[in-house]
C-alpha cells in the first residue's frame, strides 16, 4: 500500500512555522460536494482536523462520471482579515504527477456568503493554469471573508497536457489559511483596528487600507466623508438637490433628514407631488399623499390619475351627462361640455333638454308653424303636426301667409252691421271651430305613438349627487334625468378589447419601475394579452407564385393592409411583402416590410416611387453571424442600379459608430420624374435582441430632425422579418409623436393597431420593455443638439467675452449636470465581479470597469485577465478607444498586454509620465531598454510641445509581432490639479487626430483611476467628431452616451464645464478663422 509522501510532511511543517498569522480553519466546520463510497472515512472536516494522515476524499468526476465538478467548502465561523492559504494535498509514492495531475485546474475563492453555485460573487483567490500544482501548495491571498471553497470541474472539453481526465477524485489532507482570529484587527501581531468606516469591519492584513468603504466614505482609509451632494457606497450617488432649506442629503443613505422643499416627498425628496391636491396644497413630505384631498378631476392615494372618461369633479363621484358633441368626455374638473352640446341639449353641463328649440346647444328655435310651436329637440320636426296649409317634418313647405281679401278693412262698413248679421257671423263662427277641433282630435290620435317613440329612444340614467359641496359650478350641479338614444351603436373596432393604459410621460420612469418588478412581470403581462398571429386574411402572400417573393414562411402581409403594386407585366404581378401602418391619430404614415430578397429588388424601388417614399430606415445588417438577413438593394457609391422603368444612383454616404447615411436619385424613365430618397442604416441592433435604448433614441432623433421637411408620403422601416425591430422603430417613432403632443401615450393600444395591420409587430417581451425603455430616454433627456452658432451664442450669454477672447465669467450649468447626473445609469455589484474579485489591482475600488464593457486581457501564466479598462466607441467609429487607470507597479506587464492584445496605436497619459509610480519599471530613456514580464520596450524617438510629448516606443515580445505606439503625455496637467486646462485638452485631441491619420490602431486613453480626466477628454474627442461631421454639437448627449460605460464619467459641475470651455475655444478660434 502507498504511504504518505514525507517531503510533503516537511514542507507543511516549514510551512506553518514560518507564518506569523493565526490559524483560522482548524477544527471549523467543513463541507463537500459528494464522499467517497458514502462512508465517513472521507468526510469534509478531515481537511482541517490537523492529522495530515486523514484526507477528505469525493467521488469521481470527469466526462464519464455523472459528476463533472466538486468542491469543498469550511466555514470559519466570522469575517476575518486573510492573510494566505495552504493546501496540502494527497501524495502517493511513485504516483506524484498523476496525482498532481487530478488536482490540476482547481479554483480557490473566498467569499462572505459561501455560495457554491454562484461562484462568480465570491472572491477569486486563485486559479491554477497550464502548470501543474504542487501537492504542497500555498498562495498570497489578501483579502476578507468567511468561507473558503476549493472547487475543480472535469467536462467534455479538451484540456492542457498533463491534466487528469479520467477517474479524477479529490483528495485534500489539510488546509490551512492564515490571518488574523479576530475581526477587525490587522498587522503583524492584529492588534491594531481597521479604520471604524472600512465595510463589514475589514482591512488590508498588511497596512490596514480598506478593501471597501462603509456608504457616505470614501479613500484608501476611508476617513473622508462623501462630498457635499454625494452620499452611498463609494460616494457613486449623488443627491437630488430638493432637501428643505438648501440642505445636503445625509452622506450615508442620501436622505433630506429635515424633509423636502415644496413639490418634492419621500426620503430621498426625488419623488415630484402630483400637483393636484385639494386648493393647490402641496402633498405630504413624507408620504406624498395629499391629505386635504384631490382637486377636481383627480383620484387615487397620490392624486396622480385622472378621472375616468365620463365622471368628473372631487372623486369623480359624478357622472357626465353624456350629452356633449361628438360624443367627447366632459371636463374633468368641471363636468363641462368644452366642445358644446350634442343636438337637443343645452346648459354647461349639457344636462338640460332643448324647449321651444332643437338642435346643437338649442340654437335653433322650433318652426312657428309647428301645432303649440312644439318640436323634437334633436332635429326640430314638429310633435304635433303642422298649422293648416303647411307640411314637412318642421312645418317650413307651403303658404306662409294668411289671406285676409274677404276681411272687412273699412271701420266704417261695421257701423251698419245689424243684430241678425252679428247672430249669423256667430253661427258661422261656432260651426268653424267645431271643425278645427274634430280635426285637431283626429290629428292628434294619428301622431300620439310618434310622441311614444320618441321618449322611448332615451334611457333614464340619474347623475349622482355629489358627496361634498364644491366650489360654484360643482356646487350647483342638479339630479337631473340623462337622455341617451338606446338604438345608438358603437361601430366595431379592429383592434380587439381596447386597453385603457393611457400614461403621462411625465410617469413613464415610474411606469416601468412597477413594471419590471418580479421579474419584468408587468411587461410579460402587458405584452401577452396583446392579440398576436395571424389576425386577417392573407390570402396573396399565401398563394404559390409569390411564395419566393417572402423572406420567412410565415410573415405574410395582410390583404386588407398590403402594399399593391401597380406593374402592368403579367408575369411580375403586384405582390411585394410590405404592410401600411398608421400612426397613433390612425393615419397612414408607414410601410413595414422585409428586408429585400435578391429576386425582390426591383419590386422594392418600384414600391419607394409608387409611394413617394423619401425615407428609409434600415434596422438589420445584411448578414448577422452566419444568416443572410437582407440582400445589398442598393448600388456602391457612384455607381447605379438599373430596373425596367427605375435607375437608382448612390449619391453618397457618411458612416458613424452607429449608423450609416446614404443618398440616391431615382429616376423614372415613364414619368421624366427624379426623386431623392434618404436611407437610415441603424447597425448596432442584432436579429432577436435587444438594442441599447438610449443608443437607438439618438438613431431616431438624428432621423427626426433630418426627415422634419421631407416631402414624402411614407416612412419606409424594416429589419429582416419587417415585425420585430422594425415594429420597435415604428412604435417608438409613433408614440413619441404623440406624447409630444398629448403629453400621454399608450402602448399596448399602438401595438394592437400596428398588429391589425401587419401580423406580430415587436416580437417579444424583451422589444416590448426596449419600446419603453427607449421612450423614457426619449421624453426624459431631450435632445440638446445645436448648430455651433447657436451653442455659441448660448455659450456666451452667460459668458463676457471681449473680442473672442478670454472669460472673464465663469459658465453656469448646474441644472443641466443635475439632470444629466440623474438620468446615469445605476447598475448592480454583479456588474462589476470582475473589478471586486481582483480588489487590489484597481487604483481605488469607487471606479471600477462594467462587466459588458471590460477589456478582457489574453491568458498568461501567473497573470490575471484583468485588467481595470472599458472600451469606448467615438461618434465616427465603434469601439476604438480604451479607458483604462494608470498601470500600478505590479501590473505593468498587464498594461503593456492590454497594448497589444487590444491593437493600441496611441496612449496618451492625462498626467506626467514622471508622476505614475509605474513609469520607471516600463518605460524606457533615450538610452533605456526595459524588460517587463516577457516584454522588451524600446525607445525610438521624442518631441515636445507646450502642452504634449510625444514619445515612440516599440514593444517586442517572443512570438509576436513588433508594436509601434505613440505615448503622449502631459507634462503640464500635475496630479493635484482637480480642473484641467482646455488648452491642454484641444492639444492633445489635435495631435491625436493628426497621428490618426497616418496610424492604425486603438486610442488608450488613461488617468489615474480611468474616469477622471478621462470623462472630460472623451467627451470633447465626441463632441468635435461631431462638429466635423455635422456641423452640431450636443455635449449632454455625448457625456450620456459615455456614461453608459464608465458612470464615473464627468462626475462634477468642474468637468461638465471644462467639457464646454474647450469645445467654445475650437468653436471660436473656428468662427476667426473660417471668417479670415
Not at 103 to 113: D, R
Not at 496 to 514: D, H
Not at 704 to 726: E, P
Not at 822 to 847: C, E, F, M, P, W
Request: proline share 3%; net charge neutral.
Amino acid at each position: 500500500m502507498a504511504t504518505f509522501s514525507l517531503k510533503g510532511l516537511l514542507l507543511l511543517k516549514v510551512c506553518v512555522f514560518a507564518v506569523a498569522y493565526d490559524d483560522l480553519s482548524a477544527k471549523k466546520l467543513a463541507t463537500q460536494s459528494t464522499i467517497f463510497a458514502d462512508t465517513q472515512s472521507y468526510k469534509a472536516e478531515n481537511a482541517v482536523d490537523r492529522d495530515i494522515t486523514t484526507c477528505m476524499r469525493t467521488e469521481v468526476i470527469g466526462p464519464n462520471s455523472p459528476d463533472k465538478s466538486v468542491w469543498w467548502k469550511v466555514d470559519l465561523g466570522g469575517v476575518y482579515n486573510i492573510y494566505s492559504v495552504n493546501i496540502v494535498f494527497k501524495n502517493y509514492d511513485g504516483y506524484e504527477l498523476r496525482q498532481r495531475g487530478r488536482f490540476a485546474g482547481f479554483s480557490l475563492y473566498i467569499s462572505n456568503i459561501g455560495d457554491t453555485i454562484n461562484l462568480h460573487h465570491s472572491y477569486l483567490c486563485y486559479k491554477n493554469g497550464l502548470e501543474l500544482p504542487l501537492l504542497n501548495f500555498s498562495k498570497t491571498c489578501i483579502t476578507s471573508g468567511r468561507y473558503v471553497i476549493f472547487y475543480n470541474e472535469r467536462r467534455n472539453v479538451t484540456y492542457p497536457a498533463g491534466y487528469e481526465n479520467s477517474n479524477v477524485v479529490t483528495e485534500l489532507c489539510e488546509v490551512f489559511l492564515y490571518g488574523c482570529n479576530k475581526t477587525g484587527v490587522y498587522g503583524k501581531e492584529c492588534k491594531i483596528q481597521c479604520p471604524p468606516n472600512c465595510n463589514y469591519n475589514t482591512c488590508h492584513i498588511q497596512n490596514g487600507t480598506c478593501f471597501e468603504c462603509k456608504p457616505g466614505w470614501n479613500g484608501t482609509h476611508c476617513n473622508t466623508k462623501c462630498a457635499v451632494g454625494w452620499f452611498g457606497t463609494g460616494c457613486k450617488q449623488q443627491c437630488f438637490g430638493h432637501c428643505s432649506n438648501s440642505s445636503p442629503c445625509s452622506h450615508v443613505n442620501g436622505h433630506c433628514v429635515r424633509g423636502c422643499v415644496h413639490g418634492w416627498h419621500g426620503q430621498f425628496c426625488n419623488e415630484t407631488c402630483t400637483g393636484h391636491c385639494k386648493d393647490r396644497a402641496t402633498c405630504n413630505q413624507w408620504t406624498g399623499l395629499c391629505d386635504e384631498g384631490c382637486a377636481a378631476g383627480w383620484t387615487g392615494n397620490l392624486c396622480d390619475r385622472e378621472c375616468q372618461n365620463g365622471t368628473f369633479g372631487y372623486n369623480c363621484v359624478n357622472n357626465c351627462s353624456g350629452n356633449c358633441l361628438y360624443e367627447s368626455p366632459c371636463n374633468k374638473q368641471t363636468g363641462h361640455c368644452d366642445q358644446g352640446c350634442s343636438s337637443g341639449y343645452t346648459s354647461a353641463l349639457c344636462n338640460k333638454r332643448c324647449e321651444g328649440s332643437y338642435g346643437e346647444d338649442c340654437r335653433h328655435l322650433c318652426s312657428k308653424y309647428c301645432v303649440n310651436q312644439t318640436c323634437k329637440s334633436v332635429d326640430g320636426s314638429c310633435v304635433y303636426g303642422c298649422e293648416e296649409g303647411f307640411t314637412g317634418d318642421q312645418c317650413n313647405e307651403g303658404n306662409n301667409s294668411v289671406s285676409i281679401n274677404s276681411a272687412l278693412t273699412d271701420e266704417d262698413d261695421l257701423i251698419p252691421i245689424t243684430v241678425g248679421g252679428i247672430l249669423g257671423a256667430c253661427v258661422i263662427l261656432i260651426l268653424a271651430l267645431m271643425i278645427l277641433v274634430t280635426r285637431f282630435r283626429q290629428q292628434s290620435k294619428k301622431r300620439k305613438p310618434n310622441v311614444d317613440t320618441s321618449l322611448t329612444n332615451f334611457n333614464m340614467t340619474p347623475l349622482k349627487k355629489p358627496r361634498q359641496s364644491t366650489k360654484e359650478s360643482l356646487s350647483t350641479i342638479e339630479t337631473v334625468a340623462m337622455h341617451k338614444p338606446a338604438n345608438t351603436i358603437n361601430e366595431p373596432t379592429k383592434r380587439g378589447a381596447p386597453t385603457n393604459k393611457n400614461i403621462s410621460v411625465r410617469n413613464i420612469k415610474a411606469q416601468i419601475a412597477n413594471m419590471s418588478v418580479n421579474d419584468n412581470a408587468g411587461f410579460k403581462n402587458e405584452y401577452n394579452d396583446i392579440p398576436r398571429g395571424e389576425l386577417h386574411p392573407c390570402l396573396e402572400g399565401k398563394k404559390p407564385e409569390n411564395k419566393a417573393k417572402n423572406r420567412y414562411t410565415t410573415i405574410f402581409p395582410y390583404d386588407h393592409s398590403r402594399v399593391k403594386l401597380m406593374i402592368s407585366s403579367a408575369d411580375k404581378g403586384g405582390y411585394i411583402n410590405a404592410s401600411f401602418i398608421e400612426d397613433a391619430r390612425n393615419r397612414r404614415s408607414y410601410i413595414a416590410t422585409q428586408g429585400p430578397k435578391p429576386k425582390t429588388i426591383e419590386d422594392f424601388w418600384t414600391m419607394i416611387t409608387q409611394e413617394e417614399v423619401s425615407t428609409i430606415v434600415c434596422l438589420t445588417n445584411l448578414k448577422e453571424g452566419a444568416k443572410n438577413k437582407c440582400a445589398q438593394y442598393w448600388p456602391d457609391v457612384n455607381d447605379k442600379l438599373q430596373g425596367d422603368n427605375i435607375t437608382v444612383r448612390h449619391l453618397g454616404e457618411k458612416v458613424y459608430a452607429e449608423h450609416i447615411i446614404r443618398r440616391f436619385n431615382i429616376h423614372n424613365e415613364a414619368k421624366r420624374q427624379d426623386r431623392q430618397v434618404t436611407m437610415y442604416h441603424y447597425t448596432a441592433w442584432a436579429d432577436h435582441g435587444v438594442a441599447d435604448p438610449l443608443s437607438l433614441v439618438v438613431f431616431h432623433r438624428q432621423v427626426m430632425r433630418a426627415t422634419a421637411q421631407s416631402s414624402g408620403k411614407y416612412t419606409l422601416v424594416h429589419c429582416s422579418a419587417g415585425v420585430g425591430r422594425t415594429g420597435t422603430y415604428i412604435a417608438l417613432d409613433a408614440l413619441y409623436r404623440e406624447g409630444e403632443r398629448t403629453g400621454k401615450i399608450n402602448v399596448p393600444m399602438y401595438v394592437r393597431t400596428m398588429r391589425k395591420d401587419r401580423m406580430n409587430m415587436i416580437q417579444g417581451e424583451d422589444q416590448y420593455k426596449l419600446l419603453y425603455l427607449a421612450l423614457m430616454e426619449a421624453f426624459n433627456g431631450p435632445s440638446r443638439s445645436m448648430t455651433s452658432e447657436r451653442f455659441l451664442s448660448e455659450y456666451q450669454e452667460q459668458n463676457c467675452y471681449t473680442n473672442c477672447g478670454n472669460v472673464t465669467q465663469k459658465m453656469t450649468f448646474s441644472t443641466e449636470f443635475e439632470e444629466l447626473m440623474s438620468l446615469r445609469k445605476v447598475y448592480s455589484q454583479k456588474d462589476y465581479v470582475s473589478g471586486r474579485t481582483h480588489i487590489s489591482a484597481n487604483y481605488t475600488q469607487s471606479v471600477l470597469p462594467v462587466e459588458e464593457y471590460m477589456c478582457h486581457l489574453s491568458y498568461v501564466k501567473g497573470h490575471n485577465t484583468y485588467y481595470n479598462a472599458v472600451l469606448l466607441q467615438t461618434f465616427l467609429e465603434k469601439e476604438c478607444m480604451i479607458s483604462a487607470q494608470y498601470p500600478l507597479p505590479d501590473y505593468t506587464a498587464d498594461f503593456l498586454r492590454l497594448a497589444r492584445d487590444f491593437n493600441a496605436g496611441i496612449v496618451v497619459f492625462l498626467g506626467p509620465l514622471k508622476d505614475i509610480d509605474s513609469s520607471s519599471v516600463w518605460f524606457p530613456t533615450k538610452t533605456q531598454t526595459k524588460s517587463v514580464g516577457g516584454f522588451t520596450v524600446k525607445h525610438v524617438s521624442a518631441a515636445r510641445g507646450s502642452h504634449v510629448t510625444l514619445t515612440q516606443i516599440v514593444i517586442q515580445a517572443k512570438e509576436t509581432d513588433d508594436l509601434k505606439l505613440t505615448v503622449l503625455e502631459c507634462p503640464t496637467w500635475k496630479e493635484a490639479e482637480s480642473i484641467g486646462d482646455k488648452g491642454v485638452l484641444l492639444d492633445v485631441v489635435k495631435e491625436i487626430k493628426t497621428l490618426k491619420n497616418n496610424q492604425e490602431g486603438r486610442i488608450i486613453v488613461l488617468s489615474s483611476d480611468g474616469a477622471t480626466r478621462c470623462g472630460p477628454f472623451c467627451v470633447v474627442y465626441n463632441a468635435l467628431e461631431q462638429f466635423l461631421a455635422d456641423r452640431e454639437v450636443d455635449i449632454f448627449t455625448t457625456a450620456r452616451q459615455l456614461q453608459m460605460r464608465r458612470p464615473e464619467f464627468v462626475s462634477t459641475l468642474d468637468e461638465y464645464q471644462l467639457c464646454h470651455d474647450a469645445i467654445a475655444e475650437y468653436l471660436l478660434k473656428d468662427c476667426v478663422y473660417g471668417n479670415a
